[in-house]
C-alpha cells in the first residue's frame, strides 16, 4: 500500500539560528531528515513530499535528490505566504508564515493516498513511523495520532511547546490543547499560563506534529483557512497550526483520531544549545547499530 510523508521544512529557525532542517548531526553530516526518512523507508513509506519556501529549494534539492532516487518518490512544494483560498489576498505587512495546517495543505497537488506529516527538525523513532503506517493498512478513514510522553520531548535549554493531548477509553483524541510554555520548575514538569505554573504528568500524551491523514482532509483545510482569514487575516501573527484541525473535527463530529502512544525518545533541535545533544543521541544510536555509520 503507498503511503506519503510529508515532512514541514519551510520553517527559518529564528530561536535556533539558521536552516536547522539541513544542520549535519550524523557521522557522515546526515540531518534529522535523513534519519526520519530513512526510518519511513523501513516503515513502508513509499513517497516523500517536502514542504519548503521557495528560496530554499536549491539547497534541499542538493542535499536530498540524488540519495533519494530509486529509494523513495520525491516532490517538493512551495509554503508562500500568496498561496491561499480563492478570493483571499496577503494582508499588508504580513511576514510570518501562515503556520502548520497552511504548509500541509501545500501538498494538496502531490498527494492522492494515505499520509504521515512530521516535522523536519524532530526524531521520531522507527517505531512511531510504523504505527501510523499500520493504522492505514486497516483500510480505515479514521485519521491518528502518535504521541510522546511528555517528559521524553523536553529541551533542556528553554521552554517547549506541546499539545496535550486526551483521549477517550476507546483510545480516541477528546481534547488537544496547545500549551506554549512547558519547562521544569524545580525538577517539576508544567505549562506556565498567566503567570500561573501548572504540574504536568511526567507520562503526560502530548503531540509531535506526527499525524496521519487520507487526501479527504485537503478540502476540510481549505475549508477551515478560510474561515481562519476571514476572522484573523488582519492579525499579522496569527497561524493555522494542525492542532486546530484536529480540534475542530472532533467538535463538529466531522471525523475521528486514533490516539497512538509511543514510548519512543524524541529529541530535536529549537535552540542552538540542543545541537551537541542531539549528535550525541544519534552516534550513540549508530554504535548501538540501529543505524549504519552512513545512512544512504
Not at 123 to 128: C, E, K, L, Q, V
Not at 220 to 247: A, C, G, R, V, W
Not at 251 to 260: F, L, R, W
Request: with cysteine; glycine share 8%; aromatic share 12%.
Amino acid at each position: 500500500m503507498n503511503q506519503t510523508i510529508i515532512v514541514l521544512a519551510a520553517g527559518m529557525g529564528s530561536r535556533y539560528g539558521g536552516l536547522k532542517q539541513l544542520d549535519q548531526f550524523g557521522p557522515s553530516g546526515e540531518a534529522i531528515i535523513d534519519y526520519s526518512l530513512y526510518d519511513a523507508k523501513e516503515a513502508g513509506f513509499t513517497s516523500v513530499v517536502f514542504v519548503i519556501r521557495k528560496h530554499m529549494e536549491t539547497d534541499f534539492r542538493a542535499r536530498f535528490e540524488d540519495k533519494l532516487k530509486r529509494k523513495l518518490d520525491l516532490h517538493f512544494v512551495f509554503q508562500e505566504l500568496d498561496v491561499l483560498p480563492r478570493g483571499f489576498t496577503v494582508p499588508d505587512g504580513r511576514e510570518k508564515p501562515w503556520g502548520t495546517a497552511h504548509a500541509m495543505w501545500m501538498a494538496k497537488s502531490v498527494v492522492n493516498e494515505p499520509f504521515t506529516v512530521i516535522n523536519a527538525d524532530d526524531f521520531y523513532g522507527r517505531s512511531a513511523y510504523e504505527l501510523s503506517f499500520n493504522h492505514f493498512l486497516k483500510k480505515t478513514e479514521e485519521n491518528c495520532l502518535v504521541g510522546y510522553e511528555l517528559a521524553k520531548t523536553i529541551s533542556e535549554f528553554g521552554s517547549v511547546s506541546r499539545g496535550v493531548c486526551s483521549a477517550n477509553e476507546n483510545g480516541y483524541l477528546e481534547k488537544i490543547n496547545e500549551r506554549t510554555k512547558i519547562y521544569r520548575n524545580n525538577g517539576i514538569l508544567g505549562y506556565e499560563e498567566n503567570d500561573q505554573f501548572h504540574e504536568l504528568s511526567e507520562k503526560t500524551n502530548v503531540s509531535m506534529n506526527m499525524m496521519g491523514f487520507t487526501p479527504s482532509i485537503f478540502d476540510y483545510i481549505e475549508e477551515n483557512f478560510s474561515d481562519f482569514l476571514q476572522k484573523h487575516s488582519q492579525e499579522l501573527k496569527s497561524e493555522f497550526f494542525l492542532p486546530l484541525i484536529l480540534e475542530k473535527l472532533i467538535t463538529s463530529d466531522t471525523g475521528k483520531v486514533k490516539v497512538y502512544q509511543t514510548d519512543e525518545q524524541w529529541f530535536g533541535v529549537t535552540y542552538q544549545e540542543d545541537k551537541a545533544h542531539v549528535t550525541d543521541q544519534i552516534n550513540g544510536l549508530v554504535e548501538k547499530g540501529i543505524y549504519p555509520p552512513k545512512l544512504w
